[in-house]
């Protein structure tokens, strides 16, 4: 294995788990009967599918945003049910949080790139500790998303 492999190493590690984590979405998405994308289910009093899906992608737009622009807005108002209110839509969101997510990996040239600190929403904190949050927390919904898509259509979600 060449060096420059080796030195990037984490930064394909993360690269990995993001692209899953968005193809995952796709497909969910589009094995998702639209009438029930915003469909909450019986037993539950909290969010529905596209709810935790959306929020799944935004946790990843603003981490990019903020490690590329400095721009840690949270994604919600431009994410509301109102707004993608589409199979269609929630996938071409979904699309453009990954050629964000792209952008911001062309921004780190090696795997000590990822312990520099930046000043993120509310302390310096380093790039590999905002990427393994913002992963961990758009899987959580992710996760939450996939358990609202086995209750309401009786069928695990699909696997890539």
């Not at 913002?134 to 979600?157: D, S």
Request: aromatic share 12%.
């Amino acid at each position: 294995m060449s060096s420059g492999k080796l030195v990037r190493k984490q930064i394909g590690s993360f690269d990995q788990c993001f692209r899953s984590l968005h193809e995952r979405s796709v497909a969910a998405v589009s094995a998702m009967p639209a009438g029930l994308l915003f469909t909450p289910p019986e037993e539950a009093k909290s969010g529905t599918f596209g709810e935790y899906l959306l929020r799944s992608a935004g946790a990843v737009e603003q981490t990019f945003g903020g490690i590329t622009a400095r721009l840690w807005d949270d994604p919600f108002e431009w994410t509301l049910p109102e707004e993608l209110s589409t199979n269609g839509k929630i996938e071409e969101y979904l699309f453009e949080v990954e050629k964000t997510r792209i952008r911001g990996f062309g921004f780190f040239a090696s795997d000590a790139d990822l312990s520099k600190s930046i000043p993120a929403p509310e302390e310096l904190s380093s790039i590999f500790e905002l990427l393994l949050k913002a992963l961990a927390r758009a899987e959580n919904f992710q996760g939450r998303a996939f358990a609202v898509f086995h209750v309401l259509t009786g069928i695990p979600p699909p696997r890539v």
